[in-house]
């Protein structure tokens, strides 16, 4: 799938995939960055785990002391660069969320949203195990997914995606639950309540979850 996401769905492509989105998805979009930025201080080092070209990045920028992005698609960090060329205060790195190259206890906070948990197409325990490491104590992991009640209108979403030939042809058969499955092989999966507690169950993490806009489900923890 990260092969699928390199070749389709990064830089130009994954911009117009935002282009594309209807009234309600832009008010998600919006929602999500909204509570990541109401969660984070002003003084605070900040890293984003698949940061894109920086769509939520620009924005979050003035809202805290320093912020790091990394992402595994060069041409989406080439293109985040080229967005973000005068914020003094943003890093991009190419790197894998789920085998970070920064030090213990080197932010005051790590987030991962739009459902990256499922998109990375990583091990999802380890994606946590890293951004636990990561923050300091004190700090916080906000991690985010898909809320079932914007099913109709995230696969209408997807559905404007495959038109847009940004995206294969939703394979209707498949789709249902909260998966989307494309007949070209890409697939969008999504994660429960129950779901996300199984994953922290494992951990010394204990997660608080917060559904945003009804919309997303936060999982946001504490690093105490």
Known sequence: MSRYYEDKLSAEGLRKCYEV??????????????FVASSVRGDDRVLELGCGYGRVMKPLASHVGNLVGC???LKSLRLAQSIMHSLQNVGLLCADASHLPFRQASFDAVFCIQNGIS?????????IAEAWRATRPKGKLLFSTYSRKIWKDRLAWFRLQSEASLIGEIDDALTRNGTIVCKDGFQATTLSV????????QSKARPEIVEVDGSSLF??????
Do not use: H, W
């Open 21 to 34: 989105a209807p009234p309600r998805i832009r008010q998600y979009l919006k929602a999500e960055a909204g």
């Open 71 to 73: 992402d595994t698609s």
């Open 119 to 127: 998109a990375f197409g990583v091990d999802r325990q380890r994606l």
């Open 194 to 201: 129950a779901e996300i507690k199984r994953l922290f169950s």
């Open 219 to 224: 999982c946001l923890v504490r690093k105490s």
